[in-house]
């Protein structure tokens, strides 16, 4: 990846079956590194992130297009109740003291605009260290029914960055691309 011990980014590697052993051993190679993740949070349930929180200093990047259970289900693919616990695991995170950042790709045809404001004001309440905001993006490729949905025009996406910076001075917002 681009540092050691380096940013594991794709997919989700909380999945792995030897996750922990793995962590184990890049911590003890790795032993004052920051090591990033990124998921969709649905597996950050408080015995898992009880078990997370002695290889701090860590950093979770939540993937969190929606606070609605039924819209993160749609976009994610997942059952609802994983949806219960990726919205709670911020609340977690910030118990074990476990910095993260919040991950928007917005989608305002499947979201609506006040859907993600309200995600991106709720990772900010919830101690999100700071937003990354990923334009959408496919190729030609992608089937054209599914494009219609995920389309966000460059201009509607600025224009968010723009009133979520105006609503929240101070708070680092990271639009990708800048």
């Given at each position: 990846?681009?540092?050691?011990?380096?940013?594991?980014?794709?997919?989700?590697?909380?999945?792995?079956?030897?996750?922990?052993?793995?962590?184990?051993?890049?911590?003890?190679?790795?032993?004052?590194?920051?090591?990033?993740?990124?998921?969709?949070?649905?597996?950050?349930?408080?015995?898992?992130?009880?078990?997370?929180?002695?290889?701090?200093?860590?950093?979770?990047?939540?993937?969190?297009?929606?606070?609605?259970?039924?819209?993160?289900?749609?976009?994610?693919?997942?059952?609802?109740?994983l949806a219960h616990i990726a919205l709670k695991s911020m609340y977690l995170l910030k118990k074990y003291h476990i910095d993260f950042t919040g991950n928007i790709v917005p989608l305002?045809?499947?979201?609506?605009?006040?859907?993600?404001?309200?995600?991106?004001?709720?990772?900010?309440?919830?101690?999100?260290?700071?937003?990354?905001?990923?334009?959408?993006?496919?190729?030609?490729?992608?089937?054209?029914?599914?494009?219609?949905?995920?389309?966000?025009?460059?201009?509607?996406?600025?224009?968010?960055?723009?009133?979520?910076?105006?609503?929240?001075?101070?708070?680092?917002?990271?639009?990708?691309?800048?």
């Amino acid at each position: 990846s681009d540092s050691l011990p380096g940013r594991i980014s794709e997919g989700e590697a909380f999945l792995h079956p030897h996750f922990f052993d793995i962590l184990t051993l890049v911590r003890e190679r790795f032993l004052t590194n920051r090591i990033h993740f990124t998921t969709n949070a649905s597996l950050l349930d408080e015995p898992f992130i009880q078990r997370l929180a002695p290889f701090r200093p860590l950093e979770i990047n939540v993937s969190l297009h929606s606070t609605q259970p039924k819209l993160w289900a749609r976009i994610f693919q997942r059952p609802q109740k994983l949806a219960h616990i990726a919205l709670k695991s911020m609340y977690l995170l910030k118990k074990y003291h476990i910095d993260f950042t919040g991950n928007i790709v917005p989608l305002p045809r499947i979201c609506g605009g006040d859907d993600i404001e309200n995600t991106f004001a709720f990772l900010a309440a919830e101690g999100a260290k700071s937003t990354l905001l990923w334009w959408p993006g496919f190729s030609k490729k992608t089937p054209p029914g599914l494009r219609k949905k995920i389309e966000c025009p460059w201009e509607e996406f600025q224009g968010f960055v723009q009133r979520m910076r105006e609503k929240f001075p101070g708070y680092p917002i990271v639009p990708q691309p800048s």
